[in-house]
């Protein structure tokens, strides 16, 4: 059962355009959702997070977006440059006092051309 | 910089072989640190949370005698892979969290071990 899914498993986009990538989840109990970057052969890299009391997190070229009553959050690069070229994993968790852990979803493969 | 570092990045190994894998933080002292593994086009499942001083905690369906988890120090977790068999060819994450910073503060992951038995 699949509690954090990303329906596409990849997507292209020309730089400097927008690329919109998508996150659904089931868990109704998820508090808080994180977006990881990752490079062939890496761990993944946190990029940006929000917490389900908001619905709009920002940090420079990133954005993303909650929708609650959907259980559906984006990610979106404006603009896209090459570099932004990766795997993207959305991930959730429950807030526990101590540690939480992380759902992933699948991933998405973003391939920005030049 | 990186502040967790896993150690080797790429194993080949035979059958029947055990292998350690090993996970550091570098720069705060992790009591809790978390063990990922990733199938291709698959996401990073989970595989037991290693606590330090104590027993790791497996996930559902995650065989604890085959995947040994020492979590010696504040700054040391290692998983051995016992008697390795090709279906354990996966790439495995480590990740931990700096406690001083809040609870949901990201996971810092270390650029995983590709393990290939063959």
């Known amino acids: 059962d699949q509690q954090v899914k990303q329906n596409s498993p990849s997507l292209s986009v020309q730089e400097g355009r927008i690329s919109i990538l998508n996150c659904d989840y089931t868990?109704?109990?998820?508090?808080?959702f994180l977006w990881y970057k990752k490079y062939p052969a890496e761990g993944p890299t946190f990029l940006i997070s929000?917490?389900?009391?908001?619905d709009k997190n920002e940090d420079g070229r990133f954005t993303v977006f909650l929708n609650k009553s959907a259980k559906h959050l984006s990610l979106h690069i404006v603009p896209s440059q090459p570099g932004d070229s990766a795997v993207y994993f959305c991930?959730?968790?429950?807030?526990?006092?101590?540690?939480?852990?992380?759902?992933f979803g699948k991933g998405t493969m973003l391939l920005v051309s030049p | 910089g990186a502040v967790v570092s896993q150690h080797p990045s790429r194993v080949i190994c035979k059958s029947g072989t055990s292998v350690k894998i090993e996970c550091r933080s570098l720069d705060f002292q992790a009591t809790t640190m978390f063990w990922y593994r990733q199938f291709p086009k698959q996401s990073l499942m989970l595989m037991a949370t290693s606590n330090e001083g104590s027993k790791a905690t497996y996930e559902q369906g995650v065989e604890k005698d085959k995947f040994l988890i020492n979590h010696a120090s504040l700054t040391l977790s290692t998983l051995t892979v016992t008697s390795a068999h090709p279906e354990d060819s996966s790439f495995y994450i480590c990740?931990?969290?700096?406690?001083?910073?809040?609870?949901?503060?990201?996971?810092?992951f270390g650029n995983g071990t590709r393990l290939t038995v063959t």
């Open positions: 991930a959730a968790s429950v807030t526990r006092s101590g540690y939480s852990t992380l759902t």
């Open positions: 868990n109704s109990m998820f508090d808080y």
């Open positions: 990740s931990a969290r700096d406690p001083n910073r809040a609870d949901n503060s990201p996971l810092h």
């Open positions: 929000i917490s389900s009391i908001k």
